[in-house]
């Protein structure tokens, strides 16, 4: 019994894992978005403002 709860836990260990680097490889995308955002925003002011 104590083998599949080990290997349960490495399953489940692994699956965070797995989600984490997702996450990350998420918010690098997301912050390029809001970079590209925050300059068109940026060129809207500018040019609605002259």
Do not use: C
Not at 24 to 42: A, M, P, T, W, Y
Request: glycine share 2%; hydrophobic share 35%.
């Amino acid at each position: 019994m104590g083998r599949i709860e080990k290997d349960q836990t490495e399953d489940v260990i692994a699956l965070l894992k797995q989600m984490n680097d997702k996450m990350d490889v998420r918010d690098s995308e997301i912050q390029v978005l809001n970079k590209r955002v925050f300059k068109v925003e940026s060129e809207i002011e500018r040019l609605s403002h002259p």
